[in-house]
């Protein structure tokens, strides 16, 4: 099992910035990817930024690109979402994935999610 744990989302004003951050525990090995999910009421959940287990390959979805920066810390098995230039639109409740390495599947184990509020 994993537990994954995120912290940093909150009420921010449009324009303003935030880093998200999400620490894994439990039996996830050392090589896993992490990456970012959020999901906006009434929407379904959507693809945020990805990072590899090594650290050295990251993934963006296009509405984020150019805003957003996925890092890890391996020694603390925490991955951060820095996030800058918001708008209401980024407005959802954002989870961290661990995907563990060999899995079939992309990501296995799921967090509860921290609110981002973005105020025009």
């Known amino acids: 099992q994993v537990q994954l744990l995120e912290s940093g989302g909150g009420l921010v004003q449009a324009g303003g910035s935030l880093r998200l951050s999400c620490a894994a525990s439990?039996?996830?090995?050392?090589?896993?990817?992490m990456g970012w999910f959020r999901q906006a009421p009434g929407q379904v959940r959507e693809f945020v930024a990805g990072?590899?287990?090594?650290?050295?390959?990251?993934d963006y979805a296009d509405s984020v690109k150019v805003r957003c920066t996925i890092t890890r810390d391996g020694a603390k098995n925490t991955v951060y979402l820095q996030m800058k230039s918001l708008t209401p639109e980024d407005t959802a409740v954002y989870s961290c994935?661990?995907?563990?390495?060999?899995?079939?599947?992309?990501?296995?184990?799921w967090g509860q999610g921290t609110q981002v509020t973005v105020s025009s």
């Open positions: 994935a661990v995907g563990l390495f060999g899995s079939p599947r992309p990501y296995d184990y």
């Open positions: 439990g039996s996830a090995g050392s090589r896993y990817a």
């Open positions: 990072i590899n287990w090594r650290g050295d390959r990251m």
